[in-house]
């Protein structure tokens, strides 16, 4: 069993950073694929940033590439999330998961059914 915990949200005016952490138990993090999602409100829930195993590779929605960055620190078994130059749009609940499953090499997904663990969710509110 994993468990996954979200922090760092809040608010901040347009053109603002935040840094979300998601911290996570398990021995085995390092072997752990994992994610950020968000969800706002009366939207379906939308992937925003993967990191594969030993942070080998990133991917990104396009609404977010050269704005945000994705990171993991596997001795803290956390993964980051820098967001930088916030827009109003961006408001959502962000969402860390992690895939257990996976194997070394794969590319980092974009799809939430291929994450097996999720957090409870952190809120980002972006004021104009």
């Known amino acids: 069993q994993v468990q996954l915990v979200e922090s760092g949200g809040g608010l901040v005016q347009a053109g603002g950073s935040l840094r979300l952490s998601c911290s996570a138990s398990?021995?085995?993090?390092?072997?752990?694929?994992m994610g950020w999602f968000r969800q706002a409100p009366g939207k379906e829930r939308e992937f925003v940033a993967a990191?594969?195993?030993?942070?080998?590779?990133?991917k990104y929605v396009d609404s977010v590439k050269g704005r945000f960055t994705i990171s993991r620190d596997d001795a803290k078994t956390t993964v980051y999330l820098q967001m930088n130059s916030l827009k109003p749009e961006d408001t959502a609940v962000y969402y860390c998961?992690?895939?257990?499953?996976?194997?070394?090499?794969?590319?980092?997904?974009?799809?939430?059914?291929?994450?097996?663990?999720w957090g409870r969710g952190t809120q980002v509110t972006v004021s104009s």
């Open positions: 998961a992690a895939d257990t499953t996976g194997w070394a090499g794969q590319p980092p997904s974009d799809v939430a059914y291929e994450y097996n663990y």
């Open positions: 398990g021995r085995t993090f390092r072997s752990y694929a």
């Open positions: 990191i594969s195993w030993s942070g080998g590779g990133t």
